[in-house]
T-cell receptor, first 117, second 116 residues
């Protein structure tokens, strides 16, 4: 069975600091997909990134970066120079390769990030 | 942009009432999903559908049913609401046209349901 662990329940940092959110996953499949979503106070989950298991290149998008390491089954998310608008709950999710209707996501319990002005 | 809408942002119902939560997507997606979100538990899948009139149980289907009569609309039904169904309900959709892959799920704004 697949599992996602986000051990950090809550993190608070001062604005402009860098912060890393940890995500550790478990799966028996060799083909799988990893996701990060952001949930601001408004409640809607906003998609941030999708990564398949064959692509271990790190990704950078503006102030956001992701570090995928298969050796440690981790897919960590770093925000550089944090801003107050980054305050949200962040979810990591895992899916094994879908077969027309089997695309279920398993979510971690989320990390609540608070950026202090 | 993908747009997933849910019929209500907030809903208050009484124990024993039948409750309908509606979800509509405008991107012609094959797959639609219903999750509930509770503090400390993350999101848990209730039901999903990969085609019109098709449905599959998720991890916590007890006490719920679903209906998908049209491709763009997926309804979650609480046959007899109970207080332990007080939660945030999130609908999502994904393309679903690629076997051997997992397409990105796009979420609606959520419905916060309170059962008194």
């Amino acid at each position: 069975a697949q599992k996602v662990t986000q051990a950090q329940t809550e993190i608070s940092v001062v604005e402009k600091e860098d912060v890393t959110l940890d995500c550790v996953y478990e799966t028996r499949d060799t083909t799988y997909y990893l996701f990060w979503y952001k949930q601001p106070p408004s409640g809607e989950l906003v998609f941030l990134i999708r990564r398949n298991s064959f692509d271990e290149q790190n990704e950078i998008s503006g102030r956001y970066s992701w570090n995928f390491q298969k050796s440690t089954s981790s897919f960590n998310f770093t925000i550089t120079a944090s801003q107050v608008v980054d305050s949200a709950v962040y979810f990591c999710a895992l899916s094994e390769a879908g077969n027309f209707g089997n695309e279920k996501l398993t979510f971690g319990t989320g990390t609540r990030l608070t950026i202090i002005p | 942009d993908v747009k997933v809408t849910q019929s209500s942002r907030y809903l208050v119902k009484r124990t024993g009432e039948k409750v309908f939560l509606e979800c509509v997507q405008d991107m012609d997606h094959e797959n639609m999903f219903w999750y509930r979100q509770d503090p400390g538990l993350g999101l848990r899948l209730i039901y999903f559908s990969y085609d019109v009139k098709m449905k599959e149980k998720g991890d916590i289907p007890e006490g719920y049913s679903v209906s998908r009569e049209k491709k763009e609309r997926f309804s979650l039904i609480l046959e007899s609401a109970s207080t332990n169904q007080t939660s945030m309900y999130l609908c999502a959709s994904s393309f679903g046209g690629t076997s051997g892959s997992t397409d990105t799920q796009y979420f609606g704004p959520g419905t916060r349901l309170t059962v008194l």
